[in-house]
C-alpha cells in the first residue's frame, strides 16, 4: 500500500520562499512519477509539477514555471517542491500524487494519479 505525506505548509507574504515535501512509503515507490497538484475551495484541484522516477525529467504548469522546483530523494522517499517567488494566487491546499506503476515521462494528467496525500495549506497573504 502506498501512502504520502505531505508537510511544510504555512502563511508567507508576497515575493517569499517555502519548500513543502511529500514523504512517501510503499513498494517500488522510488521508480513512479510523482506530481504536486493544488487547490482552492470552488475550484479543481490544477497540476503544478511532476518529476520521473529518476529524477531527470521534470514539467511544470506554466503559471509556476521559473518560480518553482519539484526534487527528490529517492533515498529518503521523499519528493520536495521548492517554491519562490510566491504570489498570492499560489494560495491553495497543496497534494502531492503518485502513479499506479512506473512510467518514464512523468504526467501532468490528474487521472494518471491514483495515490494522494491528505494535503498541505500554503498561503500567501500580506
Known amino acids: 500500500q502506498v501512502q504520502l505525506v505531505e508537510s511544510g505548509g504555512g502563511l508567507v507574504q508576497p515575493g517569499d520562499s517555502l519548500r513543502v515535501s511529500c514523504a512517501a512509503s510503499?513498494?517500488?515507490?522510488?521508480?513512479?512519477?510523482m506530481g504536486w497538484f493544488r487547490q482552492t475551495p470552488g475550484r479543481e484541484r490544477e497540476f503544478v509539477a511532476a518529476i520521473s522516477g529518476s529524477g531527470e525529467r521534470t514539467i511544470y504548469a506554466d503559471s509556476v514555471q521559473g518560480r518553482f522546483i519539484i526534487s527528490r530523494d529517492n533515498a529518503k522517499a521523499t519528493v520536495y517542491l521548492q517554491m519562490s517567488s510566491l504570489k498570492p494566487e499560489d494560495t491553495a491546499v497543496y497534494y502531492c500524487?503518485?502513479?499506479?506503476?512506473?512510467?518514464?515521462?512523468?504526467?501532468?494528467?490528474?487521472?494518471?494519479?491514483?495515490?494522494w496525500g491528505q494535503g498541505t495549506q500554503v498561503t500567501v497573504s500580506s
Open positions: 500524487a503518485t502513479t499506479p506503476f512506473s512510467i518514464s515521462t512523468p504526467p501532468s494528467s490528474l487521472t494518471a494519479y491514483k495515490y
Open positions: 510503499g513498494l517500488g515507490i522510488s521508480s513512479r512519477p
